[in-house]
C-alpha cells in the first residue's frame, strides 16, 4: 500500500484539508505585503535642496521662497528645478532675467534637501537623506531583503526535512515577525538592512513548510487546484495591502501594520497538523496514525480506522524506501536532467525578473502608486483563473509559451508607447502584469511535474532558489534608468522573450505518468 492509497481512502479533499488549506491561506497574507513593501517605504518623494541656511541677515533672507529657488536652484534641461544640485553662490542676476541663466559653479546640496510629504508622511529616502547620489541604497533594500529570501528558502526546505514541518512553521512565524517589528524601530539605515535581510530570511519559511502540508495532505486529484488556491493568497493579500499604504504613509508604522497579522496564523497554528507522510518517512508511526486517524473522523470516513494500524504504516516506509539518498548534484549527473535543469531554472529566473520587474515599477509610468499596485494586483485574478481551465484543456506546455509569448508582446508595446501616454503605457502594463501572473502559476505545476520523484524537491527547490536571484536582481534591474530611460523595459522585455523560448524546449506533461527515477527521464528502463 502507497500514501496515496491511504489518502484516498480517508478523504483526498475533505474538511481535514480544507481547514489545512484555510490556515495556511490565512497564514500566507502578509507575505505579498512584505514583498511589495519596498515599493512605498523605498519610494523617493519629490525633492530639492534646502536653502534656508543661506539666510545671512541680508538681501537673501527678505526674498519671497520663490525668488530663494531662483537664485539657489539650477534649472535642469526640461525646466525643472535641479533636485541634487544648488549654485555655489546665490545668483541674484536671476532676479532680473531668469531666462538668462550661464554657466556658474554648483555644488551637492550642502545642507540636506526638503521633500514634498503630499504622498507619504516619510519613507527611508526622507528618513536617512537616500537621494541623488544616495538613491540606489534605498531601492537596493529589496535586493537585500530577497537576498534574505533565497537563503532563507534553502534553509528552511532543509530544516523541515529534518524536524519537521509544523515546528520550523511556528519558528518562521515568530522570528519573521520578530525581526520585521524590530526593523521598524531601526535607528540607521546599516541596522534596518540588516533587519530586512533577517526578515526576508525567516518569513520565506511561512511560504515554503505552509505549500508543502498542504500538497502532502491531499490527493492527487486535488493538487493543481491547491496549488492555484495557495498562489491566490499573494493575490488577495496584494489587493488588501494597498488600502492599508494608503492610509498608512509612515514607514515605520506600515511595517508595522503588515506585520501583525502574522498574529493570526501564530493563533490558529495550534490547529495545523503535523504532515502524515514525513511523519511515516521519519518513523513516527504512532504520531501518523494520530493524525490520519483524525483526518478520517473529520472527513466522515471512520470505518476506515478499524483497518489504519501503525503496523500498515509501517509497511509503507519499507515498500517506499529509496535504494539511495540524493542530492542537488544528481540534477547535473546525467545529460537530460543537467539539459532540465538549466531551462526550467532560466525559465523561473527570466520569469522572475519580468515579474517582478513589473510589479516594482508602481511609480514609472506617471499614474497614481496606489491605483497602479491595486490595478496590477487585480490583473492577477483573470490571469491566474484562466490557467486553471487551459492546464487541462491545452496542455502545460502551449499555455506557459502563449503566456510568455503574450507577455512579451505587451512589455515590447510599452517599448515603443511614447513616454507622455502615461495612462496607456499602465493599462499595458497591466495586461501584461495578468499574463506574467498566469506564467508564474504555471511554470509551478509544470516544473513539479518535469522532475522525477526521487528528486522532485531538489528540483524545486533548486527553481526556487533560482527564481529569488530573479526576484533580487529586478530592483536593481529597475536603477538602470539612470543610464537610459528605456533600459529597465528592455532588460524586461528581453527576459520574457528568452523565458518564452526556453519553455518551447520542455516537453509536455498533461495526461502523462509521472517520471519516478532519473532513469525515466533519461529514457532508460
Known amino acids: 500500500m502507497k500514501f496515496e492509497d491511504i489518502i484516498s481512502d480517508i478523504g483526498g479533499f475533505g474538511r481535514f484539508q480544507k481547514m489545512i488549506v484555510i490556515i495556511s491561506f490565512i497564514s500566507r497574507f502578509t507575505l505579498p505585503c512584505h514583498f511589495l513593501l519596498n515599493s512605498f517605504i523605498a519610494s523617493v518623494p519629490a525633492h530639492r535642496c534646502h536653502v534656508a ?38 545668483q ?15 555644488l551637492r546640496c550642502q545642507d540636506g534637501w526638503v521633500y514634498d510629504n503630499t504622498t507619504f508622511k516619510s519613507t527611508l529616502a526622507t528618513e536617512w537623506d537616500l537621494v541623488c547620489d544616495q538613491r540606489s541604497r534605498s531601492q537596493a533594500t529589496a535586493t537585500i531583503f530577497f537576498v534574505g529570501v533565497m537563503f532563507g528558502a534553502v534553509t528552511f526546505g532543509s530544516l523541515s526535512d529534518r524536524f519537521g514541518r509544523r515546528i520550523m512553521l511556528l519558528t518562521s512565524y515568530l522570528s519573521g515577525m520578530l525581526f520585521a517589528l524590530s526593523s521598524a524601530f531601526a535607528t540607521s539605515f546599516l541596522m534596518f538592512a540588516v533587519l530586512r535581510f533577517l526578515t526576508g530570511f525567516c518569513m520565506t519559511g511561512i511560504a515554503i513548510v505552509s505549500v508543502v502540508l498542504c500538497v502532502e ?36 508604522w506600515l511595517i508595522v501594520s503588515v506585520t501583525l497579522p502574522v498574529l493570526l496564523g501564530i493563533f490558529t497554528w495550534r490547529w495545523m497538523p ?46 517506499e524506501k529509496k535504494d539511495r539518498v540524493y542530492s542537488y548534484l544528481d540534477l547535473m549527473r546525467t545529460p537530460k536532467m543537467r539539459r ?20 516594482f515599477n508602481i511609480s514609472g509610468f506617471g499614474l497614481n502608486i496606489y491605483l497602479t499596485q491595486l490595478l496590477y494586483s487585480s490583473a492577477e485574478v483573470p490571469g491566474k483563473l484562466s490557467i486553471f481551465f487551459l492546464l487541462d484543456r491545452i496542455g502545460r506546455k502551449p499555455t506557459q509559451v502563449g503566456m510568455l509569448t503574450m507577455l512579451a508582446v505587451f512589455l515590447g508595446i510599452n517599448l515603443v508607447v511614447p513616454k507622455d501616454m502615461s495612462t496607456l503605457r499602465t493599462v499595458v502594463a497591466i495586461v501584461g502584469k495578468g499574463f506574467a501572473a498566469a506564467s508564474f502559476g504555471t511554470i509551478v505545476l509544470y516544473s513539479s511535474e518535469l522532475f522525477p520523484t526521487v528528486i522532485r524537491q531538489n528540483g524545486m ?15 536593481l534591474i529597475l536603477l538602470l534608468d539612470g543610464v537610459w530611460k528605456t533600459l529597465p523595459q528592455l532588460v524586461l522585455f528581453s527576459s520574457a522573450v528568452v523565458a518564452a ?22 529514457g532508460r528502463q
Not at 96 to 102: A, K, T, V, Y
Not at 349 to 357: E, M, Q
Open 53 to 90: 541656511a543661506r539666510d545671512d541677515g541680508g538681501i537673501f533672507g527678505n526674498l519671497s521662497l520663490a525668488d530663494q529657488l531662483t537664485v539657489s536652484i539650477p534649472l535642469e534641461e526640461d525646466g525643472t528645478r535641479s533636485s541634487c544640485r544648488m549654485y555655489a553662490e546665490p
Open 92 to 106: 541674484y542676476h536671476l532676479l532680473l532675467n531668469s531666462s538668462e541663466e550661464i554657466q556658474v559653479p554648483t
Open 217 to 252: 495532505w491531499v490527493d492527487v486529484q486535488h493538487r493543481k487546484m491547491v496549488g492555484i488556491i495557495e498562489s491566490f493568497s499573494w493575490t488577495f493579500g496584494s489587493i488588501f495591502f494597498v488600502p492599508i499604504a494608503y492610509l498608512v504613509t509612515d514607514w515605520r
Open 274 to 319: 503535523e504532515s502524515a507522510r514525513w511523519l511515516i518517512a521519519n518513523g513516527k508511526m504512532e504520531e501518523a496514525h494520530m493524525y490520519l486517524v483524525k483526518c478520517a473522523k473529520m472527513n466522515g470516513t471512520e470505518a476506515f480506522c478499524q483497518r489504519l494500524q501503525p503496523e500498515t504504516l509501517s509497511s509503507i516506509v519499507v515498500s
Open 340 to 359: 532540465l535543469c538549466l531551462c526550467t531554472g532560466s525559465l523561473w529566473l527570466s520569469v522572475a525578473i519580468a515579474f517582478y520587474g513589473i510589479t
Open 461 to 475: 527547490g533548486y527553481n526556487s532558489f533560482m527564481a529569488r536571484i530573479g526576484v533580487a536582481l529586478a530592483p
Open 501 to 522: 523560448s526556453v519553455a518551447t524546449q520542455l516537453s509536455e506533461t498533461r495526461d502523462r505518468c509521472l517520471p519516478e527515477t532519473i532513469e525515466d527521464v533519461e
